[in-house]
């Protein structure tokens, strides 16, 4: 499967060109007012085609979302490899995940917002990226300072907030927002956060 969000690459599977039309439609035209027959006219592929690989509009959402958020984790992990210590990692992985946050606004809207509710698949979707972003957090700062358990607890509040600062901030404000110094405050918070969890061991 190509990339949606990261490649220029013209599409031939008819499988990519639908996710590809769908990403398109639901970001500009909107979920609930896209319909199939939309979908493939947009993607110049048979409704024949369409329900080979979706049996609804609902169903390739949650594909897409899928195939969204992998893209996305693969980007933001990449950013931390190459550091070492947690403060950077910190810093450099929220920070990649608001520029593309920032540069794919309606992604970011339909992902974060808009979607919210669709459908029991979806919503499903949204909870196992919760969960990968949240043990990708928990791998990155897990010591022995502290418990498995604190640490998950820690990294699953960690996300809940960093998504809605990215609600508040860089989708719903009319302002330019300064990437790098809420990446840095953010980052703050986290490690600041962290270094409170593991000096406090006894509160689980």
């Known amino acids: 499967m190509e990339p949606l969000l990261f490649t220029n690459k013209a599409l031939t599977n008819p499988q990519d060109k639908i996710l590809n ?34 049996k609804s509009k609902e169903e390739l959402l949650a594909h897409l979302f899928q195939s969204l958020l992998d893209e996305v984790l693969i980007k933001v992990k990449l950013a931390t ?9 910190a810093f ?17 809207q339909l992902l974060l917002v808009s979607s919210v509710g669709v459908s029991p698949a979806v919503e499903e979707v949204r909870h196992r990226a919760h969960v990968r972003f949240a043990e990708f957090i928990y791998g990155t700062v897990k010591t022995d300072a502290a418990s498995d358990e604190r640490i998950r607890i820690f990294a699953q509040a960690m996300v809940g907030a960093i998504n809605e600062v990215v609600v508040q901030k860089v989708i719903r404000s009319d302002m330019q927002t300064d990437i790098e110094e809420l990446a840095r405050l953010l980052s703050r918070i986290v490690q600041g956060s962290y270094k409170h969890l593991i000096n406090h061991k006894g509160m689980l």
């Not at 490899?81 to 990692?89: A, F």
């Not at 929220?94 to 520029?99: D, G, P």
């Open 92 to 108: 450099v992985g929220i920070k990649r995940y608001l520029e593309i946050c920032m540069h794919h606004r309606p992604v970011a």
């Open 81 to 89: 490899q190459q550091e070492e210590r947690m403060s950077n990692k």
């Open 21 to 54: 039309a769908a990403l398109m439609l639901y970001t500009e035209k909107g979920f609930r007012e896209t319909t199939v027959l939309d979908i493939v006219e947009c993607a110049r592929v048979s409704k024949t085609t369409f329900y080979n690989f979706f």
